[in-house]
């Protein structure tokens, strides 16, 4: 079974700081990883996906995250914090027969202005 | 397309009633799924679907029964409402592009109370 540990259920950043919101994933076949954002009192919405294509992914926002087989990591970063970012964020894991994701815990970003 | 819609956007429920979710998408998606959230878990699966008449169970079921005799609609039904399952309710769908991994689109969710 495919699993995803989110560090730290809250991050704070100042505005124009880098943002980098840790996750690693457990899974005995090659996975399929995804992060995801929520703002307040909506619905989850895409950022961006590896599927074992490159592993450098680039999703919207300016966001971006890195597939690291070795240290089985899927961690995303941005440059520079707007304070549009705050938000919770949440990582999840599929193998690639894709039927179910799993979601990790959600991390909870706040920028200081 | 107006994408998932839930309704209602909020209920309260007294111990033992009963009430169904309703979920609609317009995109003629094969998959649809049923998560609930709950403070600090993240998203937990309830049910799927991969198609019209098919369903199966997530990770939590108990309590939670669905159907699926359309492509477009996937109802969650709660016959016997307990404390525990005050939360909030999402759904979701996508495409279900063979060997893809497409995008999962989600509603913007019902909070239910149970009291």
């Known amino acids: 079974a495919q699993s995803v540990t989110q560090l730290g259920s809250h991050v704070s950043v100042s505005e124009g700081a880098l943002v980098l919101l840790r996750c690693n994933y457990s899974?005995?076949?090659?996975?399929?990883l995804f992060w995801y954002v929520q703002y307040p009192n909506q619905g989850l919405q895409l950022l961006l996906k590896?599927?074992?294509?490159?592993?450098l992914v680039k999703g919207i926002n300016g966001f971006e995250a890195e597939f690291k087989k070795s240290e089985t990591s899927f961690h995303l970063t941005k440059p520079s914090a707007h304070m549009s970012d705050a938000a919770e964020y949440f990582c999840?894991?599929?193998?690639?027969?894709?039927?179910?994701?799993?979601f990790g815990t959600g991390t909870k970003l706040q920028v200081i202005p | 397309n107006a994408g998932v819609t839930q309704t209602p956007k909020f209920r309260i429920l007294k111990i033992g009633q009963s009430m169904t979710l309703q979920c609609t998408q317009d995109?003629?998606?094969?998959?649809m799924y049923w998560y609930r959230q709950d403070p600090g878990m993240g998203l937990k699966l309830i049910y799927y679907?991969?198609?019209?008449?098919?369903?199966d169970k997530g990770e939590v079921p108990n309590g939670y029964n669905v159907s699926r005799s359309t492509t477009e609609d996937f109802p969650l039904r709660l016959e016997l409402a307990a404390p525990s399952q005050t939360s909030v309710y999402f759904c979701?769908?996508?495409?279900?592009?063979?060997?893809?991994?497409?995008?999962?689109?989600f509603g913007p969710g019902t909070r239910l109370t149970v009291l």
């Open positions: 979701a769908s996508r495409p279900g592009t063979s060997g893809v991994a497409d995008t999962q689109y």
């Open positions: 899974s005995s076949v090659p996975p399929y």
């Open positions: 590896y599927t074992s294509a490159a592993t």
């Open positions: 999840a894991v599929s193998d690639q027969g894709y039927q179910k994701v799993t």
């Open positions: 995109m003629n998606h094969n998959y």
């Open positions: 679907s991969v198609g019209a008449g098919i369903t």
